[in-house]
């Protein structure tokens, strides 16, 4: 396994669309392992493939506090979505911010799991913020995006300036 590097906000290929995966082979299962690694060494709860620069439709989740329960979804779609909650987020594209936003509550999705078993899952509360935060990932969008342009552009700006300094470094 290996740690992966995750891309920062601005950077574009944040906003590349992914595609579906075809065939969940070794590539992707050890893109799997590789990506859960670097989700738990970030830390962080969730990560999709497009913040580590592979532009396919896969997401590692685990809300866990003991970090043990990897939930995998490939080519994962919400089929069902209700109600509405407010939920502070913050992103391992965008370090140290953290926004509330508001979703769907409750979600029904169907997605591939490591195995490329299709199953599908109903979830609510923080597993429900989660999935839909990572899956705007491989839509091309970034949490942020979801904020007032005010509040985007000092982030933005914030984030262009962590960068410069970390090249000077």
Excluded: W
């Amino acid at each position: 396994m290996a740690t992966l590097t995750i891309l920062n906000y601005p950077d574009p290929r944040l906003h590349k669309l992914a595609k579906p995966v075809q065939d969940v082979d070794a590539t992707i299962k050890r893109l799997v392992d590789d990506m859960a690694e670097t989700m738990y060494a970030a830390p962080g709860i969730g990560l999709a493939a497009t913040q580590v620069n592979q532009h396919i439709q896969l997401i590692v989740i685990d809300t866990s506090k003991e970090q043990n329960d990897l939930l995998v979804l490939i080519n994962p779609k919400i089929v069902v979505k209700s109600g509405r909650q407010e939920y502070e987020e913050g992103c391992l594209s965008v370090p140290g911010i953290y926004e509330t936003v508001a979703r769907a509550e409750k979600i029904t999705v169907e997605a591939l799991d490591k195995h490329g078993k299709k199953f599908k899952l109903d979830v609510e509360g923080l597993l429900a913020v989660c999935i839909q935060h990572e899956m705007d990932h491989l839509l091309g969008k970034v949490f942020v995006e979801y904020l007032s342009p005010l509040k985007r552009n000092r982030i933005k700006s914030k984030m262009l300036k962590l960068k410069r300094e970390k090249a000077k470094a």
